[in-house]
């Protein structure tokens, strides 16, 4: 019999796991990285300038932070209504860009888009997390991200073998974005089961040691800087360099490297520990940003989309499960504070970009820029040993 129970729990839980996740891929997938697929389309159809879509995205990661810190104080109880209310609000965000023409219109839209975005991701985190107890749903739930910038890419890709231009693609964004949101609905309303395995999903990086809350806050807001420049332009630098493949399959290509990243770098945390497994993260991560630099051709763009998309989400895993660990030590909440520092990363990597793409009109420079920083974040995971020499006691237990 209670094999039976163990069963219906662990049944439960997937679905449950399943169904953030899809609030995610909305909130996330559609409502804030599908900007990156439609904005060459946009600067085509004379909607935005290349300098507006570079505002654009830095309103949209402004309003993710303002967004997260609202809802920092968010109590677990209220996440499944903040859930809902969040879904409708992504779809209408969506449908009200579409109908804009104005630019100054559109930017301020991408910032109440991310200011919405936010919200999904802390409300479906504290659902899954606190509210089911599904602490070992955590995998699924960051994947959720890469599931929605795949499907958001698709269906603009299909919308524009139709011909679509961009205010359609934005119709069809929000069509989308209705379809998975009324899927996930029901299951928001399902009782919560507390997850009995939770603390053995923890277990495998807690026996290694901790990395300090200031390193992880520092190198978290690297990482912000560190991975946007590729996550906002990927497709619009690589338009001309493909031949008759759409751009945006690029793109798509990016997401379908975060969907499994999630499960294989949890993994990596729990057999190598926090510092080692996020120094081959980011550490790899530097490699994807630099690789169209040092090598500008279509295995080249493509290569950095799978590096990057294979690790961004990665380091979100890594880092939300280890910033538990330490969060005793700061008065305030780590979280929080971390989020602010990514957040604030994700708004200086666009506009770093555009200014140093106006006079040679050329990404590489800023790509440089932020495969230093990723390399920096990694190198901040590096603990020295007592000697002063550093690597011999620097990634071991």
Request: aromatic letters at 8%; charged letters at 10%; proline letters at 4%.
């Amino acid at each position: 019999m209670s094999t039976i129970r163990h069963a219906s729990s662990t049944t439960s839980q997937g679905m449950a796991a399943l169904v953030a996740a899809l609030v995610i891929s909305v909130g996330m997938g559609f409502g804030r990285f599908a900007f990156t697929g439609i904005y060459p389309v946009m600067v085509s159809d004379a909607v935005l300038t290349v300098h507006q879509g570079t505002l654009a995205a830095s309103a949209n990661y402004a309003g993710y932070l303002v967004g997260a810190l609202l809802t920092a104080a968010l109590h677990p109880r209220h996440s499944r209504r903040l859930c809902v209310l969040a879904l409708g609000g992504i779809v209408m965000c969506l449908g009200m860009t579409a109908l804009l023409n104005e630019p100054w219109l559109i930017i301020a839209m991408r910032g109440i888009t991310g200011a919405v975005s936010a919200v999904t991701m802390v409300a479906a985190s504290l659902w899954l997390l606190q509210h089911r107890g599904h602490t070992h749903g955590a995998p699924m739930l960051y994947a959720g991200v890469g599931i929605g910038i795949v499907l958001s890419s698709e269906m603009l890709v299909a919308g524009r073998t139709f011909g679509l231009h961009s205010a359609g693609l934005w119709w069809v964004l929000a069509a989308g974005a209705l379809i998975l949101g009324a899927i996930a609905r029901p299951g928001l309303d399902a009782r919560p089961v507390q997850d009995s395995d939770a603390r053995a999903a923890l277990h495998g990086h807690e026996s290694f040691p901790a990395l300090g809350a200031g390193r992880l806050i520092a190198l978290y807001g690297l990482a912000g800087f560190g991975y946007i420049i590729t996550a906002t332009y990927l497709p619009f630098f690589v338009r001309n360099a493909l031949g008759s493949i759409d751009p945006i399959q690029v793109w798509a290509l990016f997401g379908l490297g975060a969907v499994p990243s999630c499960f294989i770098w949890h993994a990596v945390h729990m057999r190598l520990g926090t510092r080692r497994a996020l120094f081959v993260n980011l550490a790899s991560q530097a490699v994807g940003v630099i690789l169209p630099v040092v090598a500008p051709n279509p295995a080249g763009y493509l290569g950095s989309a799978l590096i990057v998309g294979g690790t961004f989400m990665g380091t979100t895993t890594i880092s939300m499960l280890a910033a538990r660990r330490v969060a005793h030590t700061l008065r305030v909440s780590i979280l929080a504070v971390m989020t602010a520092c990514f957040g604030i990363g994700q708004i200086v990597g666009p506009l770093v970009a555009s200014a140093m793409y106006a006079p040679h009109h050329s990404f590489a420079g800023s790509l440089i820029a932020a495969a230093v920083a990723l390399t920096v974040a990694a190198l901040l995971c590096v603990r020295l040993s007592r000697s002063g020499r550093g690597w011999p006691d620097s990634l071991n237990r």
